[in-house]
């Protein structure tokens, strides 16, 4: 497994809020591990949510 972030991380990493990556991870948008009372997300699953975000498919 690759790195973890954690959700302020990730929040600087998109420019949202906080809240907004909880929003995320509640509604099932961006997959979490819960470690004791804080979530991590690994690097993997952000690189899948980036893929599934894109509103232009690259063909190769």
Known sequence: MGKLFT???VAERYS???ITV???IR???LPAIKIGKS???SE???QRYEESAK???VIE
């Open 39 to 41: 979530y991590r997300i």
């Open 55 to 57: 509103t232009v498919k």
């Open 16 to 18: 949202v809020k906080v």
């Open 22 to 24: 909880w929003d995320w």
């Open 27 to 29: 509604k099932k948008k």
């Open 44 to 46: 993997e699953e952000l």
């Open 7 to 9: 959700c302020e991380e």
